[in-house]
């Protein structure tokens, strides 16, 4: 690889990408380049964020950035826990040492030993021991888990491998779903399977595959406090989660999941981090509880409201270093297709810390940030790298930002809820179509019924929903069929389109069970349901048919997204559609406009009908729904 360089804190450092690479046994560095020394003992050229090995793994060379430091000691298995004085470099910011005469095949765990009295982990290490939470792993998810030190040292410490068994990729060659055809599949690795681990989730792949869905979207599963979590508290950013298996099983699942034609997105948290971090340790005041005005990275206060942990400084050129390097480390190392960013609106230094309408209003530097990120990931990977943002800001700065390709998370949960509840009044669903965001065309806004925040819609038609007569919503069998239908509609309007997990077949326990982040029972047997698999192949059919069939790419979108009939009308190149549902609880009659005479074809049973005027009066059925082609789809 290339060494690049990038200016930080008046002095030039070396941006490499972590514990992997590898510098030539002479010293003179994979990426060459030049380290002007003015005092102290500069990096060896070449020399890498972490640890750097050398002499076919034998050697490494150790390297962190902790300016204003007195001093920063390396201690391990190879010396004992005895600590080894680290060189400073001339600009005071980093220390470095390197260690010969180590076994490549065998595992080590080390810290660093900060001003005689702080001991962190790696920040940049792939793998981490935990004394506190290791224990709760078993061997069927991370079989010859490397013991903690235990009597020798206290807190996390880093694992570093010379010579670990490789990967050997099966799949080189995979191309990504065009961003208009993408219906993501969002999943939480703990709550999908029992089993909660890579090799179960790969063996399980069917599943997705005969629903459609061509991207799956990972909750976080780089290293976060314990192991029960949504992994939004992460410490560790270079590091996979072992709770849910080993680096290779991620690289497997990945793997198998370009083999099926499916991207895979990492959900990345990079707008704050928690306590366990090295990085928050590094500069913490323990008197308030709070990071140092001195931190190279992290705010003292957050700057924004919902924020969790500590709010990282994305205006510091130390955090913009740091994240460009997890961003290329994922996208280099497991070879995945995108990120959606979590919090993506926190990433300004305005300080709007309680108004939440100041927040969310167009922020210049914001969208600067984002710019800049999106123009380094694009420079790692031009090959339509998805990046996607939870950033929920003003339709103006969500517009520029899609300009740039940035593709933006557009939530529709209530609104949809509202309508498979059949309480018309509320159901308004404008903000499904992109032309309501002032976009122009529909390729970068992912719409979704259902995310890992949001109430699960079959819950609430089960214990809020209309009813009128022997109609009720709260019925099962009413529920899932009126789920069918928003489906039939979501899945319809052009754009890339969500999917969470179970929501094909109306998994109806509540987000707050057991707690809103406490793990939830996957309810397998629920496909055993007629009721319930006859939604997952009503999804399935419209999965299929979105992907397949262009006029549900077309930006000529008309559309009526209020009342009880609801339609939209798509005219493409030789096939026109026009989709239409009564989301009432009462029959109702309502025009429509068919985007043209002739014969159309009913997806949904298969029959035809004959459209004399485009502007036609239908009378529905409570949840009784259309999808009219001018010819059959695929």
Not at 171 to 197: G, Q
Not at 383 to 407: C, H, K, P, T, W
Not at 579 to 602: E, I
Request: with cysteine.
């Amino acid at each position: 690889m290339k060494i690049k360089y990038f200016i930080l804190a008046s002095a030039i450092v070396i941006a490499g990408l972590g514990c992997k690479k590898s510098v030539s046994d002479d010293g003179t560095g994979t990426g060459g380049g030049t380290v002007v020394v003015a005092n102290g003992k500069a990096l060896p050229a070449g020399a890498v964020d972490g640890v750097t090995y050398l002499n076919s793994g034998t050697s490494a060379i150790f390297n962190i950035y902790a300016p204003n430091k007195t001093s920063v000691s390396l201690i391990g298995e190879f010396n004992n826990w005895q600590p080894t004085t680290m060189n400073q470099t001339p600009d005071g910011t980093r220390w470095w040492v390197q260690i010969d005469n180590l076994d490549a095949s065998k595992e080590y765990a080390y810290q660093y030993y900060v001003d005689n009295k702080l001991k962190v982990a790696d920040p940049y290490t792939e793998k981490i021991l935990d004394p506190d939470n290791d224990k709760y792993i078993g061997a069927d998810v991370y079989p010859n888990l490397k013991a903690y030190p235990t009597g020798s040292t206290t807190g996390i410490v880093s694992v570093l491998q010379g010579a670990p068994t490789a990967y050997s990729w099966k799949n080189t060659t995979f191309t990504r779903p065009d961003k208009k055809r993408l219906v993501i599949y969002e999943l939480h690795v703990r709550d999908f399977l029992a089993a909660h681990n890579y090799k179960a989730l790969k063996d399980t792949l069917n599943y997705l595959t005969n629903l459609g869905i061509n991207a799956v979207e990972l909750m976080p599963v780089n290293e976060f406090e314990g192991n029960d979590s949504w992994g939004y508290n992460p410490d560790f950013y270079f590091a996979a989660d072992k709770y849910y298996g080993t680096k290779n099983d991620l690289k497997a699942f990945i793997d198998e999941c370009h083999s099926r034609g499916m991207a895979v997105i990492l959900d990345m948290v990079l707008n704050h981090s928690f306590g366990s971090s090295p990085m928050v340790q590094l500069y913490f005041d323990q008197t308030t509880q709070k990071p140092l005005a001195s931190s190279p990275w992290f705010n003292v206060d957050a700057t924004h409201p919902y924020n969790v942990g500590y709010d990282f400084n994305h205006e510091s050129a130390a955090t913009k270093y740091f994240a460009k390097n997890v961003m290329k480390f994922w996208m280099t190392e497991y070879k995945i297709d995108g990120y959606r960013f979590d919090l993506a609106k926190g990433f300004t230094q305005k300080n709007n810390p309680t108004d939440v309408n100041a927040w969310s209003a167009y922020d210049a530097s914001r969208v600067a940030i984002w710019k800049d990120y999106n123009n380094y990931i694009k420079s790692v990977d031009a090959n339509n790298f998805y990046v996607i943002l939870e950033n929920f800001a003003s339709d103006q700065e969500e517009r520029e930002e899609s300009a740039e390709g940035m593709m933006q998370w557009n939530n529709l949960n209530y609104a949809y809820n509202e309508a498979t509840m059949g309480w018309v009044s509320t159901s308004d669903l404008t903000r499904s179509f992109f032309a309501s965001h002032t976009f122009t065309a529909p390729d970068n806004l992912v719409t979704y019924m259902e995310s890992h925040d949001e109430e699960r819609l079959m819950f609430k038609n089960e214990n809020y929903g209309n009813a009128s007569g022997s109609y009720s919503v709260k019925t099962m069998a009413t529920g899932l069929k009126r789920q069918e239908m928003a489906a039939a509609f979501f899945l319809s309007i052009p754009g890339p389109k969500m999917i969470w997990e179970f929501g094909e077949r109306g998994y109806d326990i509540s987000i707050d069970n057991g707690g809103r982040l406490s793990d939830k029972p996957a309810h397998w047997e629920y496909m055993a349901d007629p009721l319930r698999k006859a939604l997952y192949t009503a999804y399935s059919k419209f999965v299929k048919m979105k992907i397949k069939n262009d006029v549900f790419n077309t930006s000529a979108v008309q559309y009526v997204a209020t009342g009880s009939i609801k339609s939209m009308s798509l005219t493409g190149t030789g096939t026109n559609v026009l989709v239409v549902g009564n989301f009432d609880v009462v029959p109702a009659t309502g025009a429509v406009t068919f985007p043209s005479t002739g014969t159309y074809y009913d997806y949904v049973s298969g029959t035809s009908i004959t459209v004399a005027t485009a502007l036609t009066s239908l009378t529905l059925q409570p949840g009784e729904y259309h999808i009219y082609s001018s010819a059959r789809l695929n």
